[in-house]
């Protein structure tokens, strides 16, 4: 059985663990590999080795930091297959969303190699007289990002890529569930020519992550996943004076006006709510027509399309959607369709009988679809972050009424509306309070170049990730103010000028 271990100052290191837990493909259900769990003499290793290289990569000319990723993001073009199947193999999702996540990941790396550009700085020149005044955006140190499974490829490239452009090194604390990619990553970083010690990943769970909380040498944490945690790690790392980013769940609305094509609306729900099956901080998990008429439209719109879904391995090309991560997601999830049920919501179409008869799959951690229709407020399924296949539909009588039931949510991660009438849509992005808002589109994840990150519980901290407040997270600016006194100045020479 493979094992997947750390990497730290440029080489795979096994380190001093005794603890290590099986890392498993969903669609079999089998354990395949196992990865070893850091202890904290290990993060102390990755640690040092990131304080050791930081002297010379923060000094190296962002120019030249930007062509190593330059060169990592043609070797990811290349080689996508190849972690894309990776990400299939423990996740679970489809080889073509895992490509599409690639993809979003490779997009920051772009983005990242501007940092000649937005690291330029601001120049005030006669602040007083003969007095100029200029800022620059110098880097933190040594800084960590601890992220989830459902994006193993992609959120650690949210963080690293901007993180490294501004001369900071990185020691990385991936999913324990999906461990692979990060050691591709590490990989293809070093054969792009990126320094020993620059960038390091350690392999584990709570113990590693409290021993980076806690490191005096780790000067900012970005972190990705559940909202408890995230308040955790924002209270924990605050408190050790580190500078925190902390992005948590989510329980995305999209408002369905009366005039909204009713086609488009459903597609992109049923791309938007089961896609990734729905593990997806921007998943829709709550679908709110306006108006009964409207409600009736889409549920009957979407009831043959949720029936139809192809559920199945995610390295077959006709399968829409994969397993769920775990067992014990598998059966959490499917418990809050038991809930649903219990709390009376109407249970339209049902997902949990749902097997895949492929021999090899039987074991497999496979969940069909559920939609449910008349859910309320109260409601568990409605309140939490279920994480899976399970779209409710909680019908509204107004606009209004739709957008106080958002704003009365905890979570402000990402939001949509669908209509066809302008004002609707101006009004809906201005007032609505959430971070990411789409109109007419179902899943407003921003490009590199603008920034990622929700409001209330969605997110801790006070940057966002990627674009520029990356850039603001993982820089610290210094304001100089200078005067010279007057120098000597020779006279004027005409003959032609020589060395000697
Ligand atoms: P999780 O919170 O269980 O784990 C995230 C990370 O925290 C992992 O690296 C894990 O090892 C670590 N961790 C887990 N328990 C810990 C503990 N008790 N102490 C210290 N560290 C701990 O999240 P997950 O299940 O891997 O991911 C799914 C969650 O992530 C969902 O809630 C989803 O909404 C969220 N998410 C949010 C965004 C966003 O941008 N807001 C993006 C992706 C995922």
Redesign the pocket.
Known sequence: MQTITHFINGRQDKGTADRSQPVFNPATGKAEKEVILATTQDVDSAVAAAKAAFPEWSKTPPLRRARILDRFKMMIWDRMDEIAAAVTAEHGKTFDDAKGEVTRALEVVEFATAAPTFLKSEFSENVGTGVDSFNVRQALGVVAG??????PAM?PMWMFPVALACGNTFVL?????DPSASLLIAEWLKEAGLPDGVFNVVQ???V???ALLEHPDVKAIS????????K??YTTGTANGKRVQA????KNHMVIMPDADMDMAASALMGAAYGSAG????AISVAVPVGEKTADALVSKLKPMVEKLKVGPGMDSDSEMGPLVTRAHLDKVRSYVDAGVEAGADLVVDGRGYKVDKQGYEDGFFLGASLFDNVTPDMSIYRD?I?GPVLSVVRRDSYQDAVDLIHGHEYA?GTAIFTRDGDTARAFQQDIEVGMVGVNVPIPVPMAFHS???WKA??FGDHA?HGMEGVRFFTRIKTTTQRWPTGQRTDPEFKMPTLG
Do not use: H
């Open positions: 601890i992220t989830p499974f459902n994006f959120v604390k991936p999913s324990e569930r584990g769970d709570k590693a992550v409290d972190f990705v996943g559940s909202t408890p945690i995230a955790y790690i992005l948590g769940g989510a593990e997806r901080c921007m972050e994480f991660n990622f990150g929700g969605s997110l990730m």
